[in-house]
């Protein structure tokens, strides 16, 4: 009698717990910004693959698009991240607003904004000054070369971006751009941290995502961010569609290679 | 006639001077060239080049050697080559951008097609398509266990193994390990897999039944981006393909520590062993060579030049 009792319960635990197991975490981002900015593309196509990953593991991530003038209504206690392509006054109010929930800058390339050390700003797009040290390492070696410099390039193959953009491309029928490489990385280093981590606090992200991060961003090196808030980061140098290297440039930059661009220290 | 060929293997067997059980030959993909460099085993010398298709890749055997299969990704199929004539036999269709595969026991091959998030299972005989298993994006590696029950895909894109039961070609179990998993190999038992994880420099050990990692070890520095894992023949070794370090890193099956780094050629990434675990031959992928390696002495004892960016490797010993 005992054993079959036994025996009950513990049908009983088993079944609970496959249901906890079953249960399905659900991550809400918030997208601020214009329906028509390639970012929110990189945004869909990030969404789409976490959720691509999550069928995997139970994981659900949406998206919500807010346009800026709701902004100050709107109640944003439910989201993990907020992804935006807002710029300079209207991002820093937006970090003060929010001040527990990571902000992940797609746009805004000002030097101020990474001196300034904002705690809650993630800049996943180089800085001004990042691109400008990039074209100077790549023009100490190739003095006439009048290359742009980029985050990203739909040109670009190494490191499997030949495939990220081969998949974006399908989805979207465009290439995909700096700004919808940022929109996609950002969500994808959000999901990638709560399929690692299970953390769906934001306070919670935002520490992890500054400390701990080691991100895959399909350029090669291991991602993470900078006491500035920066994303770490090679810079493509790009001429007449098509990548024709990359920064740091080799033989130029000294060791560590990655900190030879852009702002490494906040303003005193 | 039999006879004949008995006897030839024989006597190449006893004045091999290189690869002891290997009178066969090393056949290694050529990404960029479109070409098979085949090497032979005994002079470790280039004994012919095969025109392929665009964008050769993975690289098998069937079970009883009688069969090269080759991943052509940029026109989606396997070229079936006679490995003894060097003849292209036939091909078949082998869904979109086969990438990697591993060959069943029981003949089929199990492919990761890259860009559409799934392995599939083909009739390598008959060329029709037996399965479809949905698994992360960006599959890579394909492993399977000796005794055929399971199979690894890794998803590079998704961070995870997917471990496929066989023969009902479900997912049994996902595990997530570092950023951008590559390759995996299955101990004897099958009951133990590595794998490596290319972004995030590390080895994983992994209990496959229960789906846990066991061990964790780093590949170095931060140039080391791992890729093909190989295992000694006793078990207590492995090998792991450094990428862009330009190295071979040994290291302890059990702890991960590393035993001995072994330079070889620039980008290294496929690893293929000789039937007697004696050898292991290195795809050099920047450098455009093939690194011979004694597993004796753990040291490179000859380079081998082949063709542009070679990728796969596999070693015919008979």
């Not at chain 1, 906890?20 to 997208?31: G, K, P, Q, R, S």
């Not at chain 1, 080691?214 to 007449?240: A, I, W, Y």
Request: glycine share 6%; with cysteine; charged share 25%.
């Amino acid at each position: 009698m005992l054993i079959k009792n036994i025996r009950f319960l513990l049908i009983i635990v088993m079944v609970v717990s496959s249901n906890l197991n079953a249960e399905i975490i659900e991550v809400d981002f918030a997208y601020i910004g214009h329906e028509e900015h390639p970012a929110l593309l990189g945004v869909k196509q990030g969404i789409d693959e976490s959720n691509l990953q999550g069928q995997f593991l139970n994981q659900k991530y949406n998206l919500e698009i807010i346009s800026e003038n709701k902004i100050q209504k709107h109640n944003f206690t439910k989201y993990i991240a907020i992804l935006t392509t807002v710029k300079s006054e209207e991002l820093k109010n937006l970090a003060k607003k929010l001040t527990d929930i990571p902000i992940f800058n797609l746009t805004d390339e000002s030097n101020e904004l990474r001196i300034n050390c904002i705690t809650n700003i993630l800049h996943i797009t180089p800085s001004s000054k990042m691109k400008a040290d990039a074209l100077k390492q790549w023009q100490t070696k190739t003095p006439d070369s009048k290359a742009n410099p980029q985050s990203w390039h739909y040109s670009f193959k190494k490191f499997a971006a030949r495939d990220l953009n081969k998949r974006f491309k399908k989805n979207y029928k465009t290439n995909m751009d700096d700004y919808s490489w940022a929109g996609w990385a950002a969500v994808k280093m959000t999901s990638d941290t709560v399929a690692r981590t299970k953390i769906i606090n934001a306070k919670n992200m935002l520490n992890y995502l500054k400390t701990k991060l080691s991100f895959d961003g399909q350029k090669g090196s291991d991602m993470n961010f900078r006491v500035t808030g920066q994303l770490r980061q090679l810079v493509l140098l790009v001429e007449d569609n098509k990548v024709i290297a990359e920064a740091p440039v080799r033989g130029i930059a000294k060791p560590p290679t990655l900190e030879s661009l852009g702002i490494l220290d906040c303003s005193k | 006639m039999r006879f004949f060929w008995t006897l030839l293997t024989v006597t190449l067997f006893l004045f091999n001077p290189f690869v002891a059980n290997a009178d066969g030959r090393i056949f290694v993909t050529n990404e960029r060239s479109n070409t098979v460099s085949v090497i032979d085993a005994k002079s470790l010398t280039i004994e012919s080049t095969i025109e392929i298709g665009e964008r050769p890749r993975g690289i098998g055997l069937s079970p009883d050697n009688t069969e090269l299969y080759v991943a052509v990704s940029e026109e989606n199929k396997i070229v079936v080559v006679d490995p003894n004539t060097l003849k292209i036999l036939r091909e078949f269709e082998a869904g979109s951008d086969p990438e990697t595969f591993a060959v069943h026991p029981n003949g089929n091959i199990y492919i990761s097609n890259e860009d559409a998030a799934k392995a599939t299972v083909f009739d390598p005989k008959t060329g029709k398509q037996i399965a479809e298993i949905k698994v992360g994006l960006e599959p890579e590696g394909v492993a399977i266990s000796p005794d055929g029950k399971r199979v690894i895909v890794t998803s590079e894109s998704t961070n995870m193994l997917h471990v496929i039961k066989t023969p009902e070609n479900i997912i049994e179990n996902n595990i997530l390990v570092g950023s951008r998993p590559r390759s995996a190999a299955f101990t004897k038992s099958g009951n133990i897999a590595y794998a490596t994880a290319e972004i995030s420099g590390e080895v994983v050990k992994v209990d496959i039944v229960k789906a846990k990692i066991i061990q964790t070890g780093s590949t170095g520095d931060n140039k080391s981006k791992p890729k093909d894992v190989i295992i000694s023949k006793d078990e207590k070794t492995i090998y792991v393909a450094g990428g862009r370090a330009n190295k071979v890193v040994v290291m302890d099956a059990n702890t991960l520590e590393i035993i001995k780094e072994i330079p070889v050629g620039k980008r290294v990434w496929g690893l293929a062993m000789s039937g007697n675990g004696e050898y292991i031959f290195t795809t050099n992928g920047v450098s455009g060579t093939v690194s011979v390696i004694d597993t004796g002495k753990n040291e490179v004892i000859k380079t081998i030049k082949v063709g542009e960016f070679p990728w796969g490797v596999v070693v015919k010993d008979n």
